[in-house]
Antibody
Framework: EVQLVESGGGLVKPGGSLRLSCAASGFTFSSYSMNWVRQAPGKGLEWVSSISSSSSYIYYADSVKGRFTISRDNAKNSLYLQMNSLRAEDTAVYYC?????????WGQGTLVTVSS | QSALTQPRSVSGSPGQSVTISCTGTSSDVGGYNYVSWYQQHPGKAPKLMIYDVSKRPSGVPDRFSGSKSGNTASLTISGLQAEDEADYYCCSYAGSYTFFGGGTKLTVL
């Protein structure tokens, strides 16, 4: 069974940093591209970043480019999102999602709250 | 960079059909056959319902169908059921970016 479990969310002050993790199981993690997608409270889905299976291709939404860094460790079956210079508008539930023709499996999400 | 355009809400009675549109540009929806649709119930993670414009993942009822014409994709749900009440999001690959629609709330009357 495919499972994606996010962790690392919490309350952080504006300008602060946070590192999210996504632990994958039930599939060959190293064969799939992965994504981070976020959803602000009461709002729609927003794609944040994607990383290819071997980390050769990395893409970011303009809203996070230069502040967020996506990475993965295929040996540990884990996906990461390093978030720096956080702003109030980054407050959201952050989901990790696997790419297989589309975003076919999603985790349950981790809440990031940016507030003073 | 801008989100794809969806109606904010649609509604229908049980047994009826509804269609949700998703309008983009020639750089996203119109340029690739990589449109997908997601269903999200309150407090839950999104679930993939349609990929590659019109394909259904295993386990998704055939009441759900997708299509595309030009820069507009559509999700049609036939034989509406109470459990179909949810938010629906379209999504399109666009080269270095992936765009979501703003979401459509489906109400089953």
């Amino acid at each position: 069974e495919v499972q994606l479990v996010e962790s690392g969310g919490g309350l952080v002050k504006p300008g602060g940093s946070l590192r999210l993790s996504c632990a994958a199981s039930g599939f060959t993690f190293s064969s799939y591209s992965m994504n981070w997608v976020r959803q602000a409270p009461g709002k729609g889905l927003e794609w944040v970043s994607s990383i290819s299976s071997s980390s050769s291709y990395i893409y970011y939404a303009d809203s996070v480019k230069g502040r967020f860094t996506i990475s993965r460790d295929n040996a540990k079956n884990s996906l990461y999102l390093q978030m720096n210079s956080l702003r109030a508008e980054d407050t959201a539930v952050y989901y990790c999602a696997r790419t297989s023709r589309a975003l076919d499996y999603w985790g349950q999400g981790t809440l990031v709250t940016v507030s003073s | 960079q801008s989100a794809l355009t969806q109606p904010r809400s649609v509604s229908g009675s049980p047994g009826q059909s509804v269609t949700i549109s998703c309008t983009g540009t020639s750089s996203d929806v119109g340029g690739y056959n990589y449109v997908s649709w997601y269903q999200q119930h309150p407090g839950k993670a999104p679930k993939l319902m349609i990929y590659d414009v019109s394909k259904r993942p295993s386990g998704v009822p055939d009441r759900f169908s997708g299509s595309k014409s030009g820069n507009t994709a559509s999700l049609t749900i036939s034989g509406l059921q109470a459990e179909d009440e949810a938010d629906y999001y379209c999504c399109s690959y666009a080269g270095s970016y992936t765009f979501f629609g703003g979401g459509t709330k489906l109400t089953v009357l």
